[in-house]
Every structure is written in structure tokens, then in C-alpha cells.
């Protein structure tokens, strides 16, 4: 391994995590071969989970969707040693989305128990969910429901002129809780496109394998429209005078560079998109292996650092290489 990707590696291990962090750290890890660090990571996320089955739930967490980003690494954890406590944890966390999580009456799962924003319901969905749910949906072999999540969300914050996905809508005031394309969130739809077009493959469904290619490569050609000669995006893609980003960059990267190894994507020159990123982002990174110039935790409204950061450089890596 480089000297590089071990730093970004320590980086991403050393820093504090939610549950939305915890598992996409954990899936970064298994998308690199790092078995015995993802269990490690699966072991704290089933540690730390609720009754109701929600991994990797620290503190007073009031996130619904996000713990099921855990969900995989926790199911590959069981396949790898047999135990059955991972199998447990990973059914009783399909249970909680299946059966107990609460919805809109179009069965869409909302992201929080609460609002964060003031004049809102908590009823909300946000664009980060699409790579949350499907993904581990479709692992535990409900890919039919896990499409139903992803394209439910599409439908409620997917704008149809830009192609790109706004951030929050709160289905109990019928508003936009946060009405900007966020960059960010597109990326979280990529990867969870990604991660369902595995699957979709794997269970021979060519009729949502196929919908689902149309979806990430229109998704993506929109996306490339906004993005900086450096490779970067806005933070809200159609608004330059926001600060650059680095993540959403790196997690199209990844979506290019895995498409382009499944010979997925065709059609005109992806890879010098993702190339730009990887070129810019190996400048931001400091000697102790932390990406700077990104969007930032723990609020994501301003330039910082964080391990979704990390992750995204991982798997981005991983499938470069």
C-alpha cells in the first residue's frame, strides 16, 4: 500500500464518528480489501446499536436512515466468521426498515425522528439517504424494496431542470426544507446507484439492472456539467460563489471509475473527469493523511474535514487502482 493511503487510512480511523460515518467508513474499508479493519468497524456498529435494531447509534443519535450504512460490512462480518450475533444485528436491522421505520404513504423512509431546522416537521427526506437504505437493502436480498427507496427519494427531491438532487424536502409542510443541489447529496445518489447496480447484477434482474445504469449515467452526465476545471463542485452546484468541495468530486470519481472497470459506462471520456479529481485532491492532503477542502462535519455547511471525506479518497482509490 502507499505511503499516501495509509495516512488517509490512519486519518479516517483516528477521527470521531456518527452512525452515517461509522458504516460508510466500514464499506470504504471492505471496498479496499481491509477484511479484518471492516469487522473491526462492524464489531463497534453492532456494539453500539439500538433495541430497535439501528447500528452504529451513538449518544442521543435521532437518525433513522443513516445507521444503514453499517448494514453491509455488518452482513459481510457474518459471512466472513459465521457468528451469528452479526447475522442477528444485520437481520434485526432489516427488520427496523422493513416493518417499524416510519414513511410517507408512498413508503419512502424518513431520514430523522426530529427536525433540525426551525418551521419544519421531522416528516423529512434527505438526498443522503439514497446511499443509506438501497444499498444495505439490496444486500439482504430486497432489492425490489431497496429500488422502491431509491427512486422514491428521486422522485420527491430529483430536480427536473438541472438533473441534480436537492437536499431536504419535508413531506409534512409539503416544503423544501433546503431547496439547493447540493453536491454532496448527489454524490450519496451515485454511490447508492453504484451499489444497487452490483446487486441488481448479482440476482440477474436485468430489467433493474438497466433501469438503474440509465439513472446513474444521466444522473452523472448532470453532474459533470458543474464541475470546475480542477475537477471540484461547488458546494451547491449551480451556485459559484459557494465554497469548493472535494467530496462529491471524489465520490463521481468513484462512480466513474468503478463503471469504467464493469465497462458500465460508455459514450464519451469519463475517465479525465475522475482523473482531475484525483490530481486535485492528492494536493489537499496534509502529512497526516487528513483531506482538507471539503465539506466539513459535523454541520456540512461550510469547508472543513471529515471521515466521509476519508471514505470517499478509499473507495475512490480503490477503484482507480
Given at each position: 500500500m502507499s505511503d499516501t493511503y495509509t495516512r488517509v487510512k490512519n486519518a479516517m480511523l483516528a477521527m470521531q464518528r456518527y452512525s452515517w460515518e461509522q458504516g460508510f467508513a466500514a464499506q470504504a474499508l471492505l471496498e479496499a480489501g481491509e477484511t479484518e479493519l471492516m469487522l473491526a468497524m462492524a464489531h463497534g456498529a453492532v456494539m453500539n446499536r439500538r433495541q430497535d435494531g439501528r447500528l452504529g447509534m451513538l449518544w442521543n443519535e435521532k437518525a433513522i436512515t443513516d445507521p444503514g450504512a453499517n448494514g453491509e460490512a455488518v452482513w459481510r462480518a457474518f459471512e466472513i466468521t459465521d457468528n451469528e450475533v452479526f447475522k442477528n444485528a444485520a437481520h434485526k436491522m432489516l427488520e427496523y426498515f422493513m416493518v417499524f421505520a416510519p414513511h410517507t404513504e408512498d413508503g419512502v423512509i424518513y431520514h430523522n425522528e426530529v427536525s433540525f431546522d426551525e418551521g419544519f416537521s421531522p416528516l423529512q427526506i434527505w438526498a443522503d439517504s439514497c446511499y443509506m437504505i438501497p444499498p444495505f437493502l439490496a444486500v439482504m436480498d430486497e432489492l425490489n424494496e431497496a429500488t422502491k427507496q431509491l427512486f422514491g427519494i428521486m422522485n420527491y427531491l430529483r430536480d427536473e431542470e438541472s438533473g441534480c438532487m436537492f437536499h431536504k424536502y419535508d413531506a409534512g409542510t409539503q416544503k423544501f426544507v433546503r431547496r439547493e443541489l447540493w453536491a454532496t447529496g448527489t454524490g450519496w445518489l451515485?454511490?447508492?446507484?453504484?451499489?444497487?447496480?452490483d446487486e441488481a447484477k448479482r440476482v440477474?434482474?436485468?430489467?433493474a439492472y438497466e433501469t438503474l445504469l440509465q439513472t446513474g449515467q444521466e444522473v452523472?452526465?448532470?453532474m459533470l456539467k458543474y464541475q470546475r476545471d480542477d475537477g471540484l463542485f461547488h458546494n451547491i452546484l449551480d451556485k459559484p460563489d459557494t465554497f469548493t468541495d472535494g467530496t462529491s468530486a471524489m465520490m463521481a470519481a468513484a462512480f466513474i471509475y468503478k463503471g469504467l472497470k464493469e465497462k458500465r459506462l460508455a459514450g464519451r471520456n469519463y475517465k479525465q473527469h475522475a482523473d482531475r479529481v484525483r490530481k486535485t485532491i492528492a494536493k489537499n492532503i496534509d502529512e497526516f493523511g487528513i483531506i482538507h477542502g471539503v465539506c466539513g462535519a459535523p454541520m456540512f455547511t461550510e469547508q472543513g474535514t471529515s471521515a466521509e471525506a476519508q471514505a470517499a479518497w478509499?473507495?475512490?482509490?480503490a477503484w482507480a487502482k
Open positions: 451515485l454511490l447508492g446507484t453504484a451499489k444497487l447496480l440477474g434482474d436485468i430489467t452523472l452526465d448532470c478509499l473507495i475512490m482509490d
